[in-house]
C-alpha cells in the first residue's frame, strides 16, 4: 500500500480496509505511469487519502486479466459462486461499521445513512448469490418430430461497470453481485470522488477468496477517453457496460461504445416528480417527500425534484413541511445527529445556487432556506441549508435540470390530468411518486406516469427483490430482483435433430 496522508485519521477497526491501489489479476498495484489522485473529505474540503491516477495501460491489464479468467470462472459451479457470493456478503455485514465511516468521510452523507446503505449494497450480495443457482434455460416443446430444442443462458464475458459517488458502496455491489452470479469477471472503475469503498469491498471480496482476475477494479482522477474505461469501450473481449451516472455521460458511453456493439445496461438521471393530490394524508406526504428528498441530502437520482400540491391542501402541506424542514440538522457525517451533510463538491453549491437564484429571479417564492452554511458545526465550504421555493413554475431551470440538493420547489395544481401532463413533461423517466387515498386514482395515476419506479404513498422504494432502472432519458436495464441477473446472461439454442 503507499503512504496515506491523512491527517485526521478514520477510526477503522480494520485499517487494511483503507486501500489505496488498484486491484488487477489479485494483486493490489500502483498505476503502471505511477501517477496518483487526491481524496478529499467533502465536509472539510482537504484531502485525508489518494489512490492511484490510471490510465489506459492500467485499464488493459484489468481487462487482460477479467479476460483469462472467465475461461475458468463461467465453468465454476453455480453452487460455489453462490458460496463465494455469500462469503462476501457476510464480510460486507461483519464489516458494515468501517466501510460506514469509510464513505461517509470520502462521500459527505450522515453516518445513520451510511451505515443503512451497507446494509442495502450486501443485501444485493445475498440476493445474486441466492440467485445464481437459478439461472435455468428452458426445455421447448419440439417444432417437429425427432428434435430436441432447448434454451441455455450463459453469461455474457467481461463486463465493465462505471459508478457514481453518490452511492459507493450500493452501486457498485449491485453491478459486481450480478455480474458473478450469472459467471461474468468483471473490470471496475468507482467515481473519482469516492474510490475509498469501492477499494474496501474489493478487499473483503479478495478475503471472501475469489480467484484472481474475477474482479478487477481501477481508480482514475480523469474519467473518460482515452484512460481507463476508454480502453474498455473498444475492446472486443469486454461485453458489457453496465454504467450508473449522468445522462450526458451515459449517452456518451451508448455511442462510444457501438463499435464493439456491447450489451449496456444504462442507470441514467432522474427528474422525478412528486404528487400530492387533495385526498392523500398529508402528514404522511410530508413524511414521505422528507426522506425522499434529504436523503445523502437530495443527491439522488431517485430524488423528488418537483413537487406538486393541489390547491386544496397547498397551505396545510407547506405548513408541515415548513416545521419538519426546519427540525433538520446541519453537520459532518461523523456526527451521529447530523442529518443533512456536505455536498459532494463546489460544483454541485454552484448548481444548487444557480437553481435558487434562477427560481427567485422568476418569482418563485422563499419559504425557508435558499443560502449556504458554515457555522461551528457544519465548519466547511460546501454545505446548503435545507430550502423550500413556493410558487415554482415551469420556466425555471430546477423545471429541467436535475437540482442534486436539498432544494423543494412547489408546483401548484388543480386538475389531476393537467397534473399528470406536467409530470411526465420532461426527457427523464426513472422514478416519480403521489400521495392518495382513493384506490380507483391510485391505479389511474400509477398507468399514466412515465417512470421506471413509483412510489405510491411511498418515499423509498429501493430494494434488492424489485428491479430498479428508467424508461426515457433516464436509461434502460434493471438492477436487483430475478430481472437483475438477465442483464449479465445471454440466451443460446440448442437444437439436437436425427433422434
Ligand atoms: P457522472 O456521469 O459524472 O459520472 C459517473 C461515472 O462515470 C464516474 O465514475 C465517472 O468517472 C465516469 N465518467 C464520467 N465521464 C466519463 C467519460 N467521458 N467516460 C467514461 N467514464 C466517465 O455522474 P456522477 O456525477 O458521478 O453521478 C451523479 C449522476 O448519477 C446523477 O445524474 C444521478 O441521477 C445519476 N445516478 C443515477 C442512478 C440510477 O440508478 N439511475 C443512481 C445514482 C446516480
Redesign the pocket.
Known amino acids: 500500500m503507499n503512504e496515506l496522508r491523512d491527517e485526521s485519521p478514520l477510526a477503522l477497526s480494520r485499517p487494511d480496509l483503507m486501500r489505496g491501489q488498484n486491484f488487477i489479476n489479485g494483486t493490489w498495484c500502483d498505476a503502471v505511469k505511477g501517477g496518483w489522485h487526491e481524496v478529499s473529505d467533502p465536509a472539510t474540503d482537504t484531502v485525508f487519502s489518494r489512490v492511484p491516477d490510471s490510465t489506459a495501460e492500467d485499464g488493459k491489464a484489468a481487462a487482460n486479466a477479467a479476460a483469462r479468467a472467465f475461461t475458468s470462472w463461467r465453468n465454476v459451479s453455480a453452487r460455489d459462486r453462490s458460496r463465494l457470493l455469500k462469503r462476501w456478503h457476510q464480510l460486507i455485514l461483519d464489516n458494515s461499521e468501517d466501510l460506514a465511516r469509510l464513505m461517509s468521510r470520502e462521500q459527505g452523507k450522515p453516518l445513520a445513512e451510511a451505515r443503512g446503505e451497507a446494509t442495502f449494497g450486501a443485501a444485493y450480495v445475498e440476493w445474486f448469490a441466492e440467485q445464481a443457482v437459478r439461472s435455468n434455460g428452458d426445455m421447448l416443446v419440439p417444432g417437429m418430430p425427432g428434435r430436441q430444442q432447448m434454451v441455455v443462458r450463459e453469461p455474457v464475458g467481461v463486463v465493465a461497470a ?6 459507493p458502496l450500493a ?1 457498485i455491489a449491485r453491478k459486481i453481485a450480478p455480474a458473478l452470479a450469472a459467471g461474468c469477471t468483471v473490470v471496475a ?4 470522488d469516492t474510490p475509498l469503498t469501492a477499494l474496501a469491498l474489493v478487499a473483503l471480496a479478495e478475503e471472501a477468496g475469489f480467484p484472481a482476475g474475477v474482479i478487477n477494479i481501477v481508480t482514475a482522477s480523469r ?3 482515452p484512460d481507463t ?2 480502453s474498455w469501450l473498444n475492446d472486443p473481449r469486454v461485453r458489457k457496460l453496465t ?8 449517452k ?2 451508448a455511442r462510444a461504445s457501438s463499435d464493439t456493439l456491447k450489451r449496456l445496461s444504462l ?4 427528474n422525478a416528480p412528486f404528487i400530492v393530490f387533495e385526498d392523500a394524508d398529508i402528514p404522511a406526504a410530508v413524511d414521505g417527500l422528507m426522506r425522499g428528498k434529504f436523503r445523502n441530502s437530495g443527491q ?2 431517485v430524488s423528488p425534484n418537483r413537487v406538486y400540491v393541489h390547491d386544496a391542501v397547498y397551505a396545510e402541506f407547506v405548513e408541515q413541511l415548513k416545521v419538519a424542514v426546519e427540525a433538520l440538522t446541519i453537520g459532518p457525517a461523523e456526527r451521529e445527529d447530523s442529518l443533512v451533510g456536505p455536498m459532494i463538491n463546489g460544483r454541485a453549491i454552484e448548481k444548487i445556487e444557480r437553481h435558487v437564484r434562477d427560481a427567485l429571479d422568476q418569482g418563485a417564492t422563499l419559504i425557508t432556506g435558499g443560502h449556504s452554511v458554515r457555522n461551528e458545526i457544519a465548519d466547511g465550504p460546501f454545505y446548503y441549508a435545507p430550502t423550500i421555493l413556493g410558487d415554482a413554475k415551469e420556466s425555471m431551470t430546477l423545471h429541467c435540470e ?1 437540482t ?1 440538493g436539498p432544494l423543494v420547489p412547489l408546483f401548484r395544481f388543480t386538475d389531476e390530468a393537467d397534473v399528470i401532463n406536467r409530470a411526465n413533461d420532461t426527457s427523464y423517466g ?1 422514478a416519480a411518486y403521489f400521495y392518495s387515498q382513493d384506490p380507483a386514482r391510485i391505479w389511474r395515476v400509477s398507468g399514466q406516469l412515465e417512470a421506471g419506479v413509483i412510489g405510491i404513498n411511498e418515499g423509498v422504494f429501493a430494494s434488492e427483490v424489485a428491479p ?3 424508461i426515457k432519458e ?2 434502460y436495464g434493471r ?1 436487483g430482483s430475478h430481472y437483475g441477473l438477465d442483464d449479465y446472461l445471454q440466451f443460446k439454442y440448442l437444437c439436437q435433430g436425427n433422434l
Do not use: I, Q
Not at 462505471?162 to 452511492?167: A, Q, Y
Open positions: 462505471v459508478t457514481p459517488w453518490n452511492f452501486m472503475k468507482p467515481a473519482e474519467p473518460g477517453t474505461v476508454g454504467f450508473t451516472g449522468s445522462t450526458p455521460v451515459g456518451y458511453l442507470e441514467l438521471g432522474g439522488t437520482c436535475e442534486f426513472l430498479f432502472g428508467g433516464s436509461g438492477e
